[in-house]
T-cell receptor
Framework: KAGVTQTPRYLIKTRGQQVTLSCSPISGHRSVSWYQQTPGQGLQFLFE???????NKGNFPGRFSGRQFSNSRSEMNVSTLELGDSALYLC????????????FGQGTRLTVV | KQEVTQIPAALSVPEGENLVLNCSFT??????LQWFRQDPGKGLTSLLL?????REQTSGRLNASLDKSSGRSTLYIAASQPGDSATYLC????????????FGQGTRLTINP
């Protein structure tokens, strides 16, 4: 059974550009969440999706957005990149909403120069 | 607001020792608590999931306990090995509001051969 797949694994972008990250959850899982990990702030919640609906959003500016497709795959987009957006972006997949175990992908390492 | 604290931030022990990692949380209204392992530059690997109604879970050399009333969890690693070296993170899943995982800052564990 395939795990959570995130693409690409590494990205280098220039300030002001935009980027799209992709996450394919475990087959049959309907919930996807995104987290940003930095050395200073640790793991911070970005947003969560269930059945194509954004259920909640973390405390990030509007430059961060996401969506979930009918096959549960999810994308997140960051527009007008800033140096501070450099981080490891992690996607978590869960079978259902609420009380379920979370499984993470390998992450996408974004570097903004 | 849920806050999760992990002590110690770093731990170095010789191979073969048994050790305990600590996690505390401020709000007992949780669905579950998960322990994860993260190797440098990698994603999170789920180690153990404890439901709020459970007291402990075991997997191989790992044993995690949960005392929801006192807001504490411990991860016990028996007969440590160099391959156990990694950062260990605990996370709680809230019942109220966003069903996100709230993470501690992690304990960086080094097992010396």
């Amino acid at each position: 059974k395939a795990g959570v797949t995130q693409t690409p694994r590494y990205l280098i972008k220039t300030r002001g550009q935009q980027v799209t990250l992709s996450c394919s959850p475990i087959s049959g899982h309907r919930s996807v969440s995104w987290y940003q990990q930095t050395p200073g702030q640790g793991l911070q919640f970005l947003f969560e999706y269930f059945s194509e609906t954004q259920r909640n959003k973390g405390n990030f500016p509007g430059r961060f957005s996401g969506r979930q497709f009918s096959n549960s795959r999810s994308e997140m987009n960051v527009s007008t990149l800033e140096l501070g957006d450099s981080a490891l972006y992690l996607c978590a997949s869960s079978l259902d909403w609420g009380n379920t175990e979370a499984f993470f992908g390998q992450g996408t390492r974004l570097t903004v120069v | 607001k849920q806050e999760v604290t992990q002590i110690p931030a770093a731990l170095s022990v010789p191979e073969g020792e048994n050790l305990v990692l600590n996690c505390s949380f401020t709000d007992s209204a949780i669905y579950n608590l998960q322990w994860f392992r993260q190797d440098p530059g990698k994603g999170l690997t789920s180690l153990l999931l404890i439901q709020s109604s459970q007291r402990e879970q075991t997997s191989g050399r790992l044993n995690a306990s949960l005392d929801k009333s006192s807001g504490r969890s411990t991860l016990y690693i028996a007969a440590s090995q160099p391959g156990d070296s990694a950062t260990y993170l605990c996370a709680v899943r809230r019942i109220q509001g966003a069903q996100k995982l709230v993470f501690g800052q992690g304990t960086r564990l080094t097992i010396n051969p």
